[in-house]
């Protein structure tokens, strides 16, 4: 067979009319009506709050977790954040997300340190005699600034996330105090006219 006649039977190559589907009138309608319906939010409330709905149902937890990590960890520990700060406006979402980042990563690395510092102390009482537990943590500790990468390193890391989170905690809490403080002034004045 010659490579003209492998390709006249290969059904990819064949020449097919695109099969058109019948749609009755009936059918037609209701699917225009449903369309008319589903056109998503139309105030400003309504389409931030619909923005939420990706960091309430998890869409970004791919972004802040690993592999090794659960997802349904994540979203509990995002979701007790939004419940705590309930964000109102894109700025208070933004500040949320970079928190619930950076509270994530310290727990990440607060939980590596304790890892090392356990396998260091096991791999002291495997070959040492009976010590007292003070002993034991002094070895593990001279031990884990002698392996790479340096403990000392990834404690330092663990304090700048520390500190980030403290950081980015009072620029938000900033903004709703100062939201707080507008809404506060703006009751006054209306009772002021009021009065």
């Not at 006649?5 to 695109?18: F, W, Y």
């Amino acid at each position: 067979m010659n490579e003209e006649q492998n390709i006249a039977k290969d059904p990819s190559t064949v020449e097919t009319k695109p099969r058109k589907k019948t749609m009755s009138e009936a059918a037609l309608a209701a699917n225009r009506a449903n369309a008319k319906k589903c056109t998503g939010p139309k105030t400003r409330e309504g389409k931030f709050k619909s923005s939420l709905n990706a960091l309430k149902h998890g869409t970004y937890s791919h972004i802040f977790i690993l592999k090794t990590e659960d997802a349904g960890t994540f979203e509990n520990f995002s979701k007790s954040f939004i419940d705590e700060f309930q964000p109102e406006t894109p700025s208070e979402l933004e500040l949320l997300k970079q928190l619930i980042s950076i509270a994530w990563r310290r727990n990440r690395m607060a939980e590596l340190i304790q890892i090392r510092i356990n396998n260091a102390i096991d791999a002291v009482v495997a070959v040492s005699e009976p010590t007292p537990a003070a002993q034991i943590t002094l070895r593990a500790f001279d031990r884990l600034e002698k392996e790479k990468p340096s403990f000392a390193r990834q404690e330092a890391h663990e304090l700048r996330l520390a500190n980030l989170f403290q950081r980015t905690l009072a620029r938000l809490q900033s903004i709703k105090d100062k939201k707080l403080r507008n809404e506060t002034k703006f009751i006054r004045d209306r009772l002021s006219l009021a009065a």
